[in-house]
Structures are given as structure tokens and as C-alpha cells.
């Protein structure tokens, strides 16, 4: 599909997403603040709480007032926070941050799916949603390569400076996002005088749909839950396994018109430079990744995807207190597979709504992903400050495959495809 400047757009405003630059830093700077692990968990805790209480209010705002509008109101949100972050030094500062910072994300998280596949649906291309998504997070992910280096670098100096450069970048997608418009599937859908009652109906009709409902179970719940622990815990690992391990990284610069290439050592002395670089590899696999998910999507099919992954990823997470090292393979696999899992779950799950009310209905199921996080949550940060995060998060994996499992055995959370069925409601 050749590329419109309306997807265009949407290219760009992905590349100004900037949450690498924090992310090597992220929890060794709540550390450093004072926060324990359990201060850590109950503050995620509470964006998970206010995800819950605000997917569907945000979703339902998102239809009534439209797409891009909804962009703005979230993206204002988080740049705000990220610049808020940088200067709280309290543990009620942080919570209520985090609580602005997940009403940022309610507002995009089910607003920019739908604004993709209705627009795509305007250019009688809606079976491009899962190409044209994965190049987005493709081209967002690439650009969090140079991200995640330069944030851990100036994390090296400071750990408040990724959250500033963050808040910048964050910040140019506003410019971005005031020259997309409003998809006309979204416009002729009567969506902006749908009623709270009728929302309502919208979200239970399709959540509750048989095609669905073992989907939701396995992807939103299960699998997004235990992933969600890979991203928390990720770093303090990581410095713990490096650190016993005694790494070190030599990378050797060209530099031209001298002879010797300039050599860059980076040691467990200097771990934020060394988790940006970590980042930047797993951002740089997830890319290349989401870059051919079409291919993949074809050469792969969704049910082996959805069947393999949660399984791999679960059976490294389990192995790691047997054998420590495999927590940085573990963690890679884990973290790199997120986002291309997105983009099928997206596809999946909006080939199988309406338009009306999409961005309420993409909002429930993020909804119901959160509420089912927070006791992970809790319950891991209690065995993190007891015991160890590595073993937390290993129970984790456990509980991933034997879910799987029983999940598999229950419902195939994949629908087979039928005969005679398109491509878009009977795929792989």
C-alpha cells in the first residue's frame, strides 16, 4: 500500500513517542529518590487503578469528542508528567504523578488504534491495519534505539535528564497530532452522540462475544500481566545478573582520518550506560520485528504466534532461578516480544468490533489488563523486597505457562479460520 500522508503523519507522530529515553533510568531513579520496591509496585499500582477507573470514562470521552482531540488531551498529560517526574522527590508526589501520567495513556491507549483502522478503513484498507501499525511501532522503536542511548548516557550525569528529553520530544508530537484529521468512518458513526448507556452496551456486547472472550483472557490478562513485570523489574535485574556476572562492554568507534578506532568501555561500574545500551538491542529486534509483522503474520500465522510466545517467554521467565545468567536472554525475549504481540492482538480484536464506540470497546479491554496487573503487582513486589525481584518475577513465568496451558485446553483463544471467510475475520 503506497504510503498517504495521513499515514504519513501517523509515522511521524510515532517517532516523537520518546519513552526510551527514561526507560533504562526509570526505576533506578525512583530508587535513588528513596523508594522501595513495594513504594515502586504501589505506585504502579495506582496508574493500573486509575487505568482501571478510567479506560472506559476516557474511551467514552475519546468517541464523544473525537480522535485526534483525544491525541492532544493525552499527549498534553504526559508531557506535563514526564516534566513533573523530573523534580518530585516524594512518595506522594510520584503517586499522584503516576496517576496524571495513566490518564495521559487512557486517552491514547484505545484512541490511536481506532484512529488507525478507521482511517485506514476511509481508504477501503482496513486488512493493512496490522502492516501499517507494525511500521508505526516500527519506526517508534527504532527511533527509541538512539533514544535509549542517549538516555542512558545523560542518565550517567543525571537521572532527571531522560525525563526532560522525554517531555520535549513528547511535547513536538502535539505539533504532530493538531494537523491529523478525523476519519470520516468515524464521523458518519454517530459515535460523538453515543450516550453512557449505550457505550455501555457497545462494551458488553463485544467483550462478551464467544469469538473473544478466551482472547481477552489469555492476551490482556494473562500474558499482558506477567510482561508488565518484565518491564518493572527488568532493570534491577539486570544490574544484580551483570554485577555477579562482573560484565563489561568495549565498543570500538571508527573515527575518521585516524588509523585506531576510538574504544569506548563500558563496565557494571557505569550500569545506566549499560541498560541503554540493552535497550537499545531489544528496541532494535522489536523493530525489525514489527517492520515485517505482515510477513511474519503470513509466514507464522497469529494462533503459532499466540501459542509460542506466551509459552517461550514463560519457560525462560521460570528458568532463570535455576540458572541466573538466562535472565538477560529472558528479559530480551520477554520485553522485545511485547510489541509486535500488540499489533496482532490489535488487528485481531478490531476486525472483530464495530466502529461505533470502537475506542470504548479497545479501552475496556485495556481496562480489564489492568485490573488483573495490580495484584501481580503487589504480590511481586512483597516477594521482590523479601526475597529477590529475580524470583518474583520467575514465579511469574510459572504462572504464565501453567495459565497458557489451561487456557489452550479450555478455548483456543485464536478463531480457526472458516471456510469462505475473508482475510480479515478469518485469519491465522
Not at 75 to 95: P, Q, R, W
Not at 175 to 193: G, Q, R, W
Not at 313 to 322: E, H, N, S, Y
Not at 362 to 378: E, G, K, N, R
Request: include cysteine; proline fraction near 4%; hydrophobic fraction near 50%.
Amino acid at each position: 500500500m503506497a504510503i498517504s500522508g495521513t499515514v504519513f503523519k501517523y509515522y511521524l507522530y510515532k517517532a516523537t513517542e520518546a519513552v526510551e529515553f527514561y526507560r533504562p533510568i526509570m526505576y533506578l531513579y525512583f530508587l535513588s529518590q528513596g523508594l522501595s520496591f513495594t513504594h515502586i509496585v504501589i505506585i504502579e499500582a495506582l496508574y493500573n487503578l486509575t487505568t482501571v477507573l478510567g479506560e472506559v470514562p476516557t474511551g467514552y470521552v475519546g468517541d464523544r469528542i473525537g480522535r485526534r482531540n483525544s491525541l492532544l488531551v493525552g499527549s498534553a498529560l504526559i508531557t506535563a508528567t514526564l516534566v513533573g517526574i523530573a523534580f518530585a522527590s516524594s512518595f506522594l508526589a510520584f503517586a499522584f504523578l503516576f496517576i496524571c501520567w495513566s490518564l495521559g495513556y487512557n486517552f491514547r491507549s484505545g484512541t490511536e488504534d481506532a484512529w488507525v483502522y478507521e482511517t485506514l478503513t476511509d481508504m477501503s484498507a482496513s486488512d493493512e491495519f496490522t502492516h501499517v501499525r507494525g511500521r508505526g511501532q516500527s519506526i517508534a522503536l527504532t527511533a527509541g534505539v538512539g533514544a535509549s542511548l542517549v538516555g542512558g548516557y545523560l542518565g550517567g550525569f543525571d537521572l532527571t535528564y531522560p525525563f526532560l528529553a522525554a517531555a520535549l520530544f513528547t511535547g513536538l508530537g502535539l505539533l504532530v497530532i493538531v494537523t491529523l484529521d478525523e476519519p470520516a468512518t468515524y464521523e458518519e458513526s454517530d459515535s460523538s452522540e453515543m450516550s453512557i448507556r449505550e457505550a455501555w452496551g457497545v462494551v458488553t456486547q463485544a467483550v462478551g462475544q464467544r469469538r473473544l472472550r478466551s482472547f481477552i483472557v489469555y492476551y490482556f490478562v494473562l500474558f499482558s500481566a506477567v510482561t508488565y513485570l518484565v518491564f518493572i523489574f527488568l532493570q534491577p535485574i539486570f544490574e544484580s545478573v551483570v554485577t555477579g556476572l562482573n560484565m563489561s562492554l568495549t565498543l570500538s568507534l571508527p573515527v575518521p582520518g585516524q588509523e585506531s578506532p576510538y574504544t569506548l568501555a563500558i563496565s557494571t561500574g557505569n550500569v545506566e550506560t549499560l541498560l541503554g545500551v540493552y535497550y537499545a538491542a531489544i528496541n532494535l529486534v522489536s523493530a525489525a520485528i514489527s517492520y515485517r509483522i505482515g510477513f511474519i503474520q503470513e509466514w507464522v500465522g497469529l494462533r503459532r504466534w499466540f501459542v509460542v510466545i506466551p509459552l517461550l517467554v514463560g519457560g525462560l521467565l521460570a528458568a532463570m532461578v535455576f540458572v541466573p545468567p538466562i535472565a538477560l536472554v529472558a528479559l530480551f525475549v520477554g520485553w522485545a516480544s511485547v510489541e509486535p504481540t500488540r499489533v496482532f492482538a490489535g488487528q485481531y480484536v478490531n476486525d472483530r468490533i464495530e466502529t461505533l464506540g470502537r475506542a470504548t470497546v479497545l479501552s475496556a479491554m485495556a481496562m480489564v489488563s489492568a485490573v488483573t496487573v495490580i495484584p501481580f503487582q503487589l504480590g511481586s513486589g512483597v516477594i521482590s523486597d523479601v526475597v529477590s525481584p529475580l524470583i518474583a518475577l520467575s514465579a511469574a513465568g510459572v504462572i504464565l505457562i501453567v495459565g497458557s496451558v489451561v487456557i489452550l485446553l479450555w478455548e483456543s483463544p485464536i478463531e480457526e479460520p472458516t471456510t469462505g471467510s475473508n482475510s480479515k475475520t478469518g485469519m491465522e
